[in-house]
C-alpha cells in the first residue's frame, strides 16, 4: 500500500490522533503559561526568588523526557497527569526566562513616568509591565509550544494518545507508512503552530514599540 | 507654597552627597527654576519632592504637610510629572497616555473624554488627527506636549517639570516656552522648572535657583540674578551680554506707550488733519470701531481728500504684547523700523514702542542695579 493511499484509508484515525495531540499540547501551555508568568513575575519583583527560580526551570530541562516520565510513575501513575506534567515542566524554562528578561528590559522611564503619575504597583503591572513584556512572553511561549509538540509524540508512550501513537504502533509493526504518517504531522504541526505564533508576535512588537 | 529645608541625598555608595543641604521655598502660583551643569542634583531635588527618591535628611513640606507622611500615591496624583526622558507611553494611543491618571482615579467616560480634549487642543494637538495616534508617531516637539498635557491631567495644582522641552530644536524649544508662558499665565500652578539652560530659566522662571554639585549657589528672581551674580560661577553662567538679556525679561506690553494720535477707519482726511493740526508725524495709525489695528497712514497722503480706506498701507513691524524687548528688538532691526505697533491676541491695537524706548529700558534697568 502507497503512502498517499494509507492516509486516505485511515484518514478517520489520523484525524483524530491529530485532534488528541493539539489537546494535550493545548492544554499543557495553558497551565504552563499560567504557571510560567506567575514564576516570572515572581522572579521579576524578587530577585532572591529569581535565584533560585531561574536555575531549578533550567536544570530540569536536562533531565531526558522519558526520564521525567519514569520519575513520576510512582508519584502519578501513567496517563494524562503525567504527561502534562511533563509537558508543562518543558514549557516553563522559556516562559518564565521571558517573562522574566522581558520585564526587567522595559526602559526605566516608562516605570518612573507611571509611578510618577501615581499609578499603583497593580495599575502598573497590568497596564505598563505586562502589555510592554507581552512580545517577549509570546516570544517564549512559542519556543515551548514548538518545543512540547515534538515531546508530546513521546508522550503515547503512556498511553495517552496523540500522533505519536503512529510512530509507536508502526515501530512495533514495522509499518513505513505509519511512522511517516506521524512523524510529518507532528512536523506540519510545528510549522503551522510556529508560524501562527511568529505572525501573533510581530503584532505586538508593532503594538509595543 | 513648597517649603524645602536642609534636603540631602546621599545615594548609597556614594561619597559625596547628590544634594546637600538645599533650602528653598516657592511661593504659590510661582515658577522656580532649578539651573545648573550636568550632575548637580536637580533631577534628584524633583523626586524627593514627590517621593521617587527619599531623602537622606531635610524636610520637604507642601502647604505646610510633610510629604514623608503622605501616601505616596495620593501625593503624586496631586502634583504634575513631566519626567526628563518624556516617557509616553509606547504602547498606548496619544488619548490613552493623556488619560492615564483620569482613567485611574476612575472619571466617568465622558469627563475623561472632554478632558483629554481640551487638553489636546490646549497643547495645539488636534484631536480628531492626534488621538488615536501613537507616540511613535510624532514629532519630538509633539511628544514633549503630550507628555506636558499628561501630566496636568487631574489638573494638578503643583507641577513638577523636568527639562519639558529639552529634546527639541531651538526654534520649537522657543515656541514651546512661549505657549507655556501663556498657559501658566491664566493657570498660575505653583511649577518647579528644570534645565541646563540659562536662558530657558530666565525667560520661564519668577525665581531662579542656581545649583552647583548639590548645593545651591544662588536663590533670586531672574533680574536679581542678572543684576548681582553671587559669584564667579554664575557670572559664567549667565554669559557677557547681561544687558541684552534683561532685555529678554521685559514684554512689549510693560513698556508700549499710547499713540499720539490714533484714526478711526471712518474718519476722512479732513477729520485727520483738524485733530493733528499741521504737526508733522510719521505716520496715522488706523483702527476699526472694534479697536483693530487696519494699518497706517502716511502722512504724505493726508494732502489728498475723502475717505482714507483705500490709503491704508499694512503695518509690517507689528508684535504681540506678550512678546519680549529683545525680540522686539530683533524684529524693528529685520524690519527696519524705529516703531513698532503692539497688538493682542486679536489683534487689538494696544500701543507702540519706539527704539528710544528700548535704549531707555536696557539702560535704566542697569541703572537700577549698579
Ligand atoms: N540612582 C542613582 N544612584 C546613584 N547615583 C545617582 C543616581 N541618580 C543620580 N545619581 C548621581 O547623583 C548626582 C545628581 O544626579 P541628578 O540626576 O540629580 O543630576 P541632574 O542635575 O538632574 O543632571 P542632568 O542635567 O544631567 O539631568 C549625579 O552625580 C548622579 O551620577
Ligand atoms: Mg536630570
Known sequence: MGFIEFLFTRNQMVLRLLLEHIWLVLFAII????????????????????KIILPFTQITMTVPSIALMGILIPLVGIGMINAIICLV??????????????????????????????????WILFKIKLPLALPVIIAGVRTSIVMIIGIGAIMSYIGVGGLGDLIFRGIARTSRNMILTGAIFVSIL????????????NYFVKKTS | MIRIKNLTKIYPGAEIPAVDNLNLEIGEGETCVLVGPSGCGKTTTLKMINKLIIPTEGTILIDGENVLKVDPIELRRNIGYVIQEIGLFPHMTIFENIATVSNELNWPKDKIKDRVYELMELMDLDPEIYRNRRP????????????????????????????????????????????FLNLQEKLKKTIIFVTHDINEALKMGTKIAVMRGGKLVQYTSPDGLL?????????????????????????????MKNPLYVARDSDSIADIKAKIGDKPKSKIYVTDSENTLMGYLPYAQLKREGSINSLIQPVKAKIADYTRLSEALSEMLSVGNSMICVVDDDNNFKGVISLQDILDTAKSESEIHS
Do not use: C
Open chain 1, 31 to 50: 497551565i504552563a503559561i499560567i504557571v510560567g508568568v506567575f514564576l516570572g513575575l515572581i522572579s521579576a519583583y524578587y530577585p532572591i526568588i529569581s
Open chain 1, 89 to 122: 515542566v518543558y514549557s516553563l524554562l522559556s516562559i518564565v526566562r521571558n517573562t522574566y528578561t522581558g520585564i526587567k528590559e522595559i526602559p526605566e522611564e516608562y516605570i518612573e513616568a507611571a509611578r510618577g503619575m501615581g499609578m499603583t504597583k497593580r
Open chain 1, 190 to 201: 510545528s510549522i503551522v503552530t510556529d508560524f501562527f505564533f511568529g505572525k501573533l508576535e
Open chain 2, 227 to 255: 543684576a548681582q551674580p553671587e559669584n564667579e560661577f554664575v557670572e559664567d553662567l549667565i554669559g557677557g551680554d547681561s544687558t541684552l538679556k534683561r532685555l529678554h525679561l521685559v514684554l512689549a506690553k510693560e513698556v
Open chain 2, 136 to 179: 511613535s508617531d510624532l514629532s519630538g516637539g509633539q511628544r514633549q506636549r503630550v507628555g506636558v498635557a499628561r501630566a496636568m491631567a487631574a489638573n494638578p495644582p503643583v507641577m513638577l517639570m523636568d527639562e519639558p522641552f529639552g529634546a527639541v530644536d531651538p526654534i520649537t524649544r522657543g515656541r514651546l516656552q512661549d505657549e
